[in-house]
């Protein structure tokens, strides 16, 4: 058969078409990251779209609730969170696997200060301790330079809260309980957490403190389910640390992380149940109780503007892990 040169070209244009487009029909596009992200995302739409449903006049625009509505607490807070805030802070694959990485590094810095760290250090050591495996791993401490502050990470002592400043003038003692918190950014993605450390002999009164406030943590992100809310973590945290006598700090808390270092949603220690935010799987957050001896209020160092302490000179203790929220409940990132 004679076919002319055009008739050939159309032919073979015609059928690199049809095979291409079988091709795409059959098999299936490759994953690009993202399938926890769009399940979330379309279950969120599927939340917010019944709810308009049921409460058309009582919930506007902008997702809020107008005053006489009945909705319930928790309709009333899935109403609230199921918006762009929430959407815009859902992970995605490849930014989980990132954050885990990010991880990987920052657990290997507390190991590391865990085997070394003891009485007589100062904290400047510890410091650097963390700075020099983080840089080796090739990551960077996000607290250096973060917002002004001059370290890499922060080391808490005793009736110090949270951020204080590593020093060559600060050394650790017999009976001290420190925490160390670290925060590593790798290619971009963030993970955060902290530990106690017991120096020596620690008081029976101490050595409770800090482990109430570990288990604080723990139940802390026990409550965290899928399609829960911010406020049932801070609910379970408070319930604990008062049924042992101890105050949670209420001006400072967990947040969320991974593409930067804090996000939405501020985690609060304390509050109630279905309130505040949705849990979403795709969600990465900290929890990281901050527990009080005696009463919660706190100070700013009006020196340094950094290091928290206890207004009433209390000691304190803090436990933090970076906590991916999944389809079925939660993976640790970082701890
Ligand atoms: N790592 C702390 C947190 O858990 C934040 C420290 S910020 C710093 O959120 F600037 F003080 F380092
Ligand atoms: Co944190
Ligand atoms: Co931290």
């Not at 965290?224 to 700090?249: L, Q, R, T």
């Amino acid at each position: 058969m004679f076919m002319n040169k055009q008739a050939i070209t159309f032919l073979s244009l015609f059928t690199l078409i049809l095979v291409l487009s079988i091709y795409y029909l059959l098999v299936p596009p490759i994953d690009q990251g993202d399938t926890v992200s769009k399940k979330s995302l379309s279950r969120i739409e599927i939340l917010q779209s019944e709810l308009n449903k049921n409460h058309e006049n009582k919930i506007n625009d902008n997702n809020t609730v107008i005053a006489s509505s009945k909705a319930s607490e928790k309709e009333i807070s899935t109403a609230l969170t199921s918006n762009e805030k929430t959407k815009a802070i859902i992970k995605n694959e490849k930014d989980i696997e990132g954050i885990r990485k990010s991880g990987i590094i920052n657990n290997g810095a507390l190991d590391l200060i865990a085997s070394k760290i003891c009485a007589g250090m100062d904290t400047e050591t510890i410091n650097l301790l963390a700075h020099n495996y983080i840089v080796e791993h090739g990551g960077i401490p996000a607290c250096l330079n973060y917002e002004g502050y001059p370290k890499s990470i922060c080391v808490s002592i005793n009736n110090v809260v949270c951020h204080g400043i590593p020093s060559r003038d600060i050394v650790l003692k017999d009976g001290d309980i420190v925490n160390v918190d670290v925060t590593t950014i790798l290619d971009g993605y963030y993970a955060d957490a902290s530990r106690m450390f017991m120096i020596g002999n620690v008081s029976d009164k101490a050595r409770k403190l800090v482990e109430v406030t570990k288990e604080c943590m723990e139940i802390g992100i026990k409550a965290i389910k899928p399609w829960g809310f911010v406020g049932d973590i801070g609910a379970v945290v408070e319930h604990h640390a008062h049924k042992h006598g101890y105050s949670v700090v209420e001006d400072l808390g967990g947040h969320g992380v991974g593409k930067k270092f804090h996000e939405e949603p501020f985690v609060a220690h304390f509050g109630k149940k279905n309130t505040g935010m949705l849990l979403v799987p795709g969600m990465v957050l900290t929890v990281e109780p901050m527990i009080n001896m005696g009463a919660r209020h706190v100070v700013l160092d009006p020196v340094d503007e950094w290091t928290i302490y206890t207004k009433d000179g209390s000691l304190s203790a803090q436990w933090e892990k970076t906590v991916l929220i999944t389809e079925t409940g939660t993976e640790i990132l970082a701890d």
